[in-house]
């Protein structure tokens, strides 16, 4: 993705550093976050070189379309990894398809590089990557603490 985060191992990726200004981010949203951060601390506005690259050269190149592609495979792969994960621990429902969801995150991290790189300020890239998050199924179960519901008072 963007260059913050290349020469890292997935898991680091995902973990992701704790920001000195905002709490360290529950674990199913760090790379999410993580990415909504390298973004709106990219103040040069480079944006990815994957994206910008692929955008540009895979239409005529099939070796980049080919990478490109692959490179995307393995982004939905470590997504679908940690949702899964997720799911495991209760943090997202289990009922949900990890893959449609790993899908999603991926769109919208890449659609925050593109608008963060287009101008938009940092607090709507954050905004942007909470919102992302907060679609995310939770189970019946967190959704009742959230909500400070218990089920005898569902009834």
Same mark, same amino acid.
């Given at each position: ?66 990478? *490109? $592609?692959?490179?995307?495979?393995? &982004?939905?792969? =470590? +997504?679908? !990894? ?7 621990? #209760?943090?997202?429902? *289990? $009922?949900?398809?990890?893959?449609? &969801?790993?899908? =999603? +995150?991926? !769109? ?7 608008? #963060? ?39």
């Amino acid at each position: 993705m963007s260059s913050p985060a290349a020469g890292r191992t997935a898991g680091q990726v995902v973990d992701g550093p704790p920001s000195r200004q905002r709490p360290r981010p529950p674990g199913r949203g760090r790379y999410v976050r993580l990415m909504a951060e390298n973004t709106a601390s990219d103040t040069e506005r480079r944006g990815c070189l994957l994206a910008k690259g692929a955008a540009e050269l895979a239409q005529h190149d099939p070796t980049v379309a080919g990478r *490109s $592609a692959e490179t995307m495979r393995a &982004l939905l792969t =470590l +997504l679908r !990894t940690e949702i899964s994960a997720a799911q495991r621990h #209760g943090d997202i429902d *289990s $009922a949900a398809d990890p893959e449609r &969801l790993a899908a =999603l +995150l991926l !769109t919208a991290v890449r659609g925050i590089e593109a608008v #963060g790189k287009a101008g938009l300020d940092p607090e709507t890239l954050r905004n942007i990557a909470d919102t992302a998050l907060a679609v995310l199924p939770m189970p019946e179960r967190r959704k009742r603490l959230a909500t400070g519901r218990s089920p005898a008072r569902e009834n």
